[in-house]
């Protein structure tokens, strides 16, 4: 498929997406939000074991785009939510594993997109930020992931001061998983990607339907729907080699 606001690239069993509007500073416009549906889509239903999501230009996103929101009713506008919306929750529901690749400021609905992902490394000069708190449109929206990443209170702060935290502060906050000088920022992407991919793929995409699900329930719930998914995978094929490879101390061959 061609894009016009993203590329798409999958020299092997990673698939790249990178945001390719910086003149825009890679806003979420409608058209760009739709663009990227559907290349999550695509990837979704392809044999990628991974999926890295990053940005060109200086800015990784800024958000919604301000010139495509101004003039919308709210019929309009609650349309563009939902679009938005569906690309977060498509992120979760992707079979893939799915790492943000964050080297500068990500903002509102940018930084939106770092909490989705299910991985981030950051370089040391990007920062994310809230920016609704200090402006005339919280960021409602935003703060959901965010939220669910970093806890009230820091949620709170973020919200409300609408201030950039720095990668090193989003790290010890949960925001990302790794801070690393930029120039490493690639090598660290990779090697934490490699390390995520390992093992059943299959395996791997149970784990990550189950994760989110179970996340946001009481314990009681969410103990019992991992219970339920945990016995329903140990008659799987890839549970079955992975226990027998262990017990006869070899490698795992995966059919998968």
């Not at 990628?48 to 999501?53: D, E, R, W």
């Not at 506008?77 to 919306?85: N, S």
């Not at 929206?141 to 201030?163: C, H, N, Q, W, Y």
Request: net charge negative; proline share 4%.
């Amino acid at each position: 498929m061609s894009y016009e606001y993203l590329t798409v690239f999958a020299p092997g069993p990673v698939t790249r997406i990178t945001l390719n509007n910086p003149a825009r500073r890679n806003a979420l416009s409608a058209a760009v939000l739709e663009e990227l549906l559907r290349a999550l889509r695509e990837v979704g239903g392809s044999d990628a074991k991974g999926l890295v999501l990053a940005a060109n230009g200086p800015v990784f996103s800024a958000g919604h785009d301000f010139a495509d929101v101004v003039g919308r009713d709210a019929i309009g506008v609650a349309d563009l939510m939902r679009l938005c919306t569906d690309v977060m929750l498509t992120m979760h529901a992707l079979p893939q594993v799915i790492v943000a690749r964050v080297h500068a400021l990500a903002t509102a609905a940018g930084c939106q997109l770092v909490a989705s992902a299910d991985l981030a490394v950051a370089a040391r000069s990007a920062g994310l930020a809230l920016p609704g708190g200090k402006g005339g449109w919280f960021c409602h929206t935003p703060s959901v992931p965010v939220g669910r990443a970093v806890g009230r209170k820091r949620l709170m702060e973020m919200a409300f001061t609408g201030d950039v935290v720095d990668a090193e502060t989003a790290c010890a906050w949960g925001l990302v998983n790794r801070v690393v000088d930029d120039a490493e920022l690639d090598d660290a992407v990779d090697d934490l990607m490699s390390r995520a991919t390992r093992g059943s793929a299959a395996a791997k995409a149970w784990g990550k339907r189950v994760l989110y699900a179970q996340l946001d329930r009481p314990e009681a719930d969410a103990y019992a729907l991992a219970c339920e998914a945990m016995t329903a995978s140990s008659q799987t094929a890839a549970a079955h080699e992975g226990m027998t490879a262990f017990l006869e101390k070899r490698r795992p061959v995966w059919a998968d």
